[in-house]
């Protein structure tokens, strides 16, 4: 048997609300942020979203590489101690998962369930990785460089190590770090250790872990990743388009105490402060976070931005009166983007960047 996965590509319907075990496995896996984290600029290691399609490598960085390869005047590899020794930039970058959002989706997606949690953001070091690919000296005739990690599985039947590719004008526009810390920490293995590219203002899949093979090619990438998934489609026969730049999106950190299992949340009664993160892709500044209780929407107060590439900080006092009540947030960002209050349909559930909605019981009487 060579390839034990061939399958028809066709992926089963899912019911609302409904998860196989499959899916669970999934959502074991790839954890989520805790919501009560966005309270903090910077997500705590261990608290920050998890996406990994295939296994973790176990990588020795004392023998890892990273191999400059193809279509290169002056290929190279670099070792770990090679890598730490360039000039070192440690930058605050938010990361969502373009999956985020998909079980608000009808009908989902048969994938990793997320709901709001994928979102994250961290202080990551390491380097720039333009001067290496000046360095390598790409050929004239390169169209894009390819990222490759060392993680492989199958995905639709197609056996494939993880790997995504950006052309030469992305990585030096886009500012794309080569990382190999995370919170002052070297990266934990789950997170790519010993090695990442992280692309600031994309969704994450970008953000290749467990990097192996920097390639310079002179045809458009191929790989599975980069063309057989993360493209929005609104149907099967929809060639699509390319996942890239993170849409404008907020969140709030739910208020009051939980019910463990359905996490409806109880409020006292009285002045609250409701606070939370907004963010956008490409660099995009927020310029209006809004707070609605029952669809009665005021301007919130924003607050720094915590990098260039990071999330910004975002409080509104809210008068919490007795009753039920579902709480909003919604940003704008200075391309005139405002979030919109229903999914956008995706084939695939990718880029749901609808607000979020937080159902609060508040009590008739403090207690
Ligand atoms: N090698 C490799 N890189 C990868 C992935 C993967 O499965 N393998 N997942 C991608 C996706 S879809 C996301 S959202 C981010 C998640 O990064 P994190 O797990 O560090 O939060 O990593 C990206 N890089
Ligand atoms: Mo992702």
Same mark, same amino acid.
């Not at 989520?32 to 996406?51: F, Q, S």
């Not at 999956?99 to 990793?112: D, E, L, V």
């Not at 093979?213 to 063309?227: I, N, R």
């Not at 739910?254 to 993160?277: L, Y």
């Given at each position: 048997? @060579? @390839?034990?996965?061939?399958?028809?590509?066709?992926?089963?319907?899912?019911?609302?609300?409904?998860?196989?075990?499959?899916?669970?496995?999934?959502?074991?896996?790839?954890?989520?942020?805790?919501?009560?984290?966005?309270?903090?600029?910077?997500?705590?290691?261990?608290?920050?979203?998890?996406?990994?399609?295939?296994?973790?490598?176990?990588?020795?960085?004392?023998?890892?590489?990273?191999?400059?390869?193809?279509?290169?005047?002056?290929?190279?590899?670099?070792?770990?101690?090679?890598?730490?020794?360039?000039?070192?930039?440690?930058?605050?970058?938010?990361?969502?998962?373009?999956?985020?959002?998909?079980?608000?989706?009808?009908?989902?997606?048969?994938?990793?369930?997320?709901?709001?949690?994928?979102?994250?953001?961290?202080?990551?070091?390491?380097?720039?990785?333009?001067?290496?690919?000046?360095?390598?000296?790409?050929?004239?005739?390169?169209?894009?460089?390819?990222?490759?990690?060392?993680?492989?599985?199958?995905?639709?039947?197609?056996?494939?190590?993880?790997?995504?590719?950006?052309?030469?004008?992305?990585?030096?526009?886009?500012?794309?770090?080569?990382?190999?810390?995370?919170?002052?920490?070297?990266?934990?293995?789950?997170?790519?250790?010993?090695?990442?590219?992280?692309?600031?203002?994309?969704?994450?899949?970008?953000?290749?872990?467990?990097?192996?093979?920097?390639?310079?090619?002179?045809?458009?990438?191929?790989?599975?990743?980069?063309?057989?998934?993360?493209?929005?489609?609104?149907?099967?026969?929809?060639?699509?388009?390319?996942?890239?730049?993170?849409?404008?999106?907020?969140?709030?950190?739910?208020?009051?105490?939980?019910?463990?299992?359905?996490?409806?949340?109880?409020?006292?009664?009285?002045?609250?402060?409701?606070?939370?993160?907004?963010?956008?892709?490409?660099?995009?500044?927020?310029?209006?976070?809004?707070?609605?209780?029952?669809?009665?929407?005021?301007?919130?107060?924003?607050?720094?931005?915590?990098?260039?590439?990071?999330?910004?900080?975002?409080?509104?006092?809210?008068?919490?009166?007795?009753?039920?009540?579902?709480?909003?947030?919604?940003?704008?960002?200075?391309?005139?983007?405002?979030?919109?209050?229903?999914?956008?349909?995706?084939?695939?559930?990718?880029?749901?960047?609808?607000?979020?909605?937080?159902?609060?019981?508040?009590?008739?009487?403090?207690?």
């Amino acid at each position: 048997m @060579n @390839n034990p996965f061939v399958n028809p590509k066709k992926k089963p319907d899912t019911e609302d609300g409904v998860y196989d075990d499959f899916e669970r496995g999934l959502a074991n896996r790839n954890s989520g942020t805790l919501l009560e984290t966005l309270a903090l600029d910077i997500t705590p290691l261990g608290a920050h979203y998890l996406l990994t399609h295939f296994d973790t490598p176990i990588i020795d960085s004392n023998e890892h590489q990273l191999h400059f390869e193809g279509a290169f005047e002056n290929p190279f590899h670099l070792d770990m101690r090679q890598i730490r020794s360039l000039p070192k930039v440690t930058m605050p970058i938010t990361l969502e998962c373009s999956g985020n959002g998909r079980t608000k989706i009808s009908p989902r997606r048969y994938s990793m369930p997320w709901a709001y949690e994928a979102v994250g953001t961290s202080e990551w070091t390491g380097t720039p990785l333009a001067p290496l690919i000046k360095r390598a000296r790409p050929h004239s005739e390169v169209v894009e460089i390819s990222f490759t990690g060392v993680d492989y599985g199958y995905d639709a039947g197609v056996g494939h190590y993880f790997g995504r590719s950006l052309t030469l004008n992305q990585i030096r526009n886009l500012e794309v770090l080569l990382v190999y810390d995370m919170n002052g920490q070297p990266l934990l293995p789950q997170h790519g250790a010993p090695l990442r590219i992280i692309v600031p203002g994309w969704y994450g899949m970008a953000s290749v872990k467990w990097l192996k093979k920097v390639e310079a090619l002179t045809e458009p990438f191929l790989g599975f990743q980069q063309t057989q998934t993360y493209r929005f489609r609104q149907s099967a026969d929809d060639e699509g388009q390319p996942v890239t730049s993170m849409r404008v999106k907020s969140l709030m950190v739910p208020p009051g105490v939980p019910d463990w299992i359905s996490r409806n949340r109880c409020i006292e009664p009285g002045k609250i402060t409701v606070n939370g993160r907004a963010w956008s892709g490409a660099g995009k500044k927020i310029t209006k976070v809004e707070f609605a209780s029952n669809g009665n929407w005021q301007a919130a107060e924003i607050l720094d931005q915590v990098g260039k590439f990071a999330w910004t900080g975002w409080r509104y006092q809210w008068d919490a009166k007795p009753g039920k009540h579902v709480l909003q947030c919604r940003a704008s960002d200075e391309s005139g983007e405002t979030q919109p209050i229903t999914p956008p349909w995706d084939l695939a559930g990718f880029g749901n960047n609808a607000v979020q909605s937080v159902t609060v019981f508040v009590k008739d009487h403090n207690c």
